[in-house]
C-alpha cells in the first residue's frame, strides 16, 4: 500500500517567512496529492492540490511543487502570517481508481508575530 | 452548498451505553466516509460508503457499526466503547472529483 512521509513535525517561523513542508510518496501509481489545513478544534480544509500531470501549482501565497520521479511534494507557504498556524496534512490518493487519501503524519507550523 | 455537517459536536458517554453519530451533505455526493482523529494526528479511515454500500472496513472493532440510511445522511452506531476510543470522529464526503470534504467532527469521550 502507499506510504507518506511529511518532515518536519515541527515548524516555528516568523512573521513574514517563507515556511516549506515536504513529502514523499512510496506508490508511483499515485497521482493526487491534497494538502490540509487543520486549525485546533476544527476540520481538515483542503487548501491547495496538485495532479501528477502537473509540476507546480500556486494560489496566491501558497504553492504546491511535484516531482513524479523522485515521487516528492512540497507546500510553500510565502509571508507567512499568525493565522496560518495550524497542523498541515498532505496526502497521495492510494492507488488508480481508489479515491481513499493515504496521509502525512502532519506538521504543526507556528508562525510567531 | 459545500458543507458536511455532523451531530452532536461533543458526545460524552459511558462504556455501557449506546449512542449514535450523524453525518449529512446535500452535494449529491455518493461516496461517504468516517474517520477517526486523534490529537495532532493524520485522519484514519474506517468506513467508506460507495453509492449507499458499504464498500470498505479497514478492520474497525464490531463495537462501531455504520449506516447509510440514504446518499445524504451516514450514521455511526456505538455501543460498549473503551476509554481509548475517545477520539475526534470526522465524516467526509466526495463527488465526481478527488476532492474530500471534511464535516466540523464529532468530539467523543468515553469515560
Known amino acids: 500500500g502507499e506510504n507518506v512521509e511529511q518532515h518536519p513535525s515541527t515548524l516555528s517561523v516568523q512573521e513574514g517567512d517563507s515556511a516549506v513542508i515536504k513529502c514523499t510518496y512510496s506508490d508511483s501509481a499515485s497521482n493526487y496529492f491534497p494538502w490540509y489545513k487543520q486549525e485546533l478544534g476544527k476540520r481538515p480544509q483542503l487548501i491547495i492540490d496538485i495532479r501528477s500531470n502537473v509540476g507546480e501549482k500556486k494560489d496566491q501565497r501558497i504553492a504546491v511543487t511535484l516531482n513524479k520521479t523522485a515521487k516528492h511534494f512540497s507546500l510553500h507557504i510565502t509571508e507567512t502570517q499568525p493565522e496560518d498556524s495550524a497542523v498541515y496534512f498532505c496526502a497521495a490518493r492510494r492507488a488508480r481508481g481508489s479515491y481513499i487519501p493515504t496521509f502525512g503524519r502532519g506538521t504543526s507550523l507556528i508562525v510567531h508575530p | 452548498d459545500t458543507e458536511v455537517t455532523q451531530t452532536p459536536k461533543h458526545l460524552v458517554m459511558g462504556m455501557t451505553n449506546k449512542k449514535s453519530l450523524k453525518c449529512e451533505q446535500h452535494?449529491?455526493?455518493?461516496?461517504m466516509y468516517w474517520y477517526k482523529q486523534k490529537a495532532k494526528k493524520p485522519p484514519e479511515l474506517m468506513f467508506v460508503y460507495s453509492y449507499e454500500k458499504l464498500s470498505i472496513n479497514e478492520s474497525v472493532p464490531s463495537r462501531f457499526s455504520p449506516e447509510c440510511p440514504n446518499s445524504s445522511l451516514l450514521n455511526l452506531h456505538l455501543h460498549a466503547l473503551q476509554p481509548e476510543d475517545s477520539a475526534l470522529y470526522l465524516c467526509a464526503s466526495r463527488g465526481t472529483e478527488e476532492t474530500q470534504y471534511f464535516g466540523p467532527g464529532t468530539r467523543l469521550l468515553v469515560l
Open positions: 452535494m449529491g455526493h455518493r461516496a
